[in-house]
């Protein structure tokens, strides 16, 4: 049988503004999935939580969730609670799937406005719902019990194999640095010849003249792992030019997009090559080029990626820049990508990493032609990798739409009955 909500249910405004929140002992119920806490409460009941306005704003209607809360809580300014006035005509759990259901034809529909939209309570309190018999009612609610219970556990076991092909990814780029992933041709121009050219192209940007910074002779106890004969273990200091990051002048940032695009820390990184930039910036004082590799230096410490046009660097990021394509920059963020938790940062307040902790790094330097062997392969094996992970995503969301269609049939089961 149909019911209006007003005839079965009382519908109230929330009281409390979702910023005051004061963290006190009870829930306080807003917008996202996560409960804030507040030391009074409005209601002390089983409840249906609607928003009142738009998940999306900008003038357009959208509505990500309907919250279901008991016992005492405090409701958000902007949204109300409908609790049925009678449990045994109308379960407020099986209220609120229905309502989940069915809100992009219940409840969106009705949503007004041009820039703030929103839902008017006289609106929510003539929508027509459903209602079984409470019998009925109990044994849909105990299907959604039951399927989510499924859907958890599939859930579980994807993350599981989402968590192993990101160890294989880092399997991947461990064996790439050993020399493990390809095969050598000794034939290739040796690492030592090679980082004898970079020392010659590193002295010609000496600044002044002034003798290249000698750095600590590597030790055995240093060596962490073995590499092939024809490769050479070598000092970061040694085999690039580093340029830590500088923040211009506060009066020099704009966010009209005049100069070029500003980067103070890893925020808006891509997975490679930065993206969603917000500042720019028109006098600079650091500024990376093309596929110069940024290395954050504050926490957190060591994510990486590649420039793929210049920027304002500022002081949470340095640039890393290969000497005249001496190294493949790619190889260079593989590796960097694969030791990014291993460094020893310092720091009282906040971790970071300096100069003189990046340039003693050490790195196994292969030749040149196999640098770009190892590149190639490790592409081929990543973009596998990316399948893998598409492929338990989709997996993930499928999961999701056999739950949310087991029950929307089930609901309309009871209409197509009634």
Known sequence: MKYHLKDICSITKGATGIMKADGGKYPLVALSDERRNHSEFQFDAKAVIVPLISSTGHGHASMKRVHYQE????????LCAVIPNDEKLLNAKFLHLYLQQFKET???????????????????????VEVPSLERQLEIIALENEAAEY?????????????DVIKLRHAILKEAMQGLLTRQNYKDESAKDLLEKIKIEKDKLTIDKKARKELALITEEEIPFSIPAN????RFGDIVELQMGQSPEGN??????????FYQGKTEFGVMYPVGVSVWCNQPKKISEPNDILISVRAPVGDVNISDKKYAIGRGLSIIRVMNKTINHVLLFYFLDCMKRNWKAKGFFFEAI??????????PLPPFAEQDRIVNKIEQLMKLCDELQYSIQQSKIENEKLLQGALREALKKEEVEV
């Not at 020099?252 to 695009?261: D, V």
């Open 354 to 363: 300096n100069r003189d902790i990046i340039e003693a790094r050490l790195f």
């Open 231 to 234: 490769w050479l273990w070598c």
């Open 151 to 163: 859907k958890n556990e599939l859930e579980e076991k994807l993350n599981l194999q989402d968590g």
């Open 106 to 128: 219940l409840l969106v529909p009705l949503m007004k406005g041009a820039a703030n939209v929103s839902l008017p309570m006289n609106k929510l309190a003539d929508v027509e």
């Open 252 to 261: 020099t940032y704009n966010k009209n997009g005049n100069g070029i695009p």
């Open 71 to 78: 016992g005492k809580f405090a409701l958000g300014n902007i």
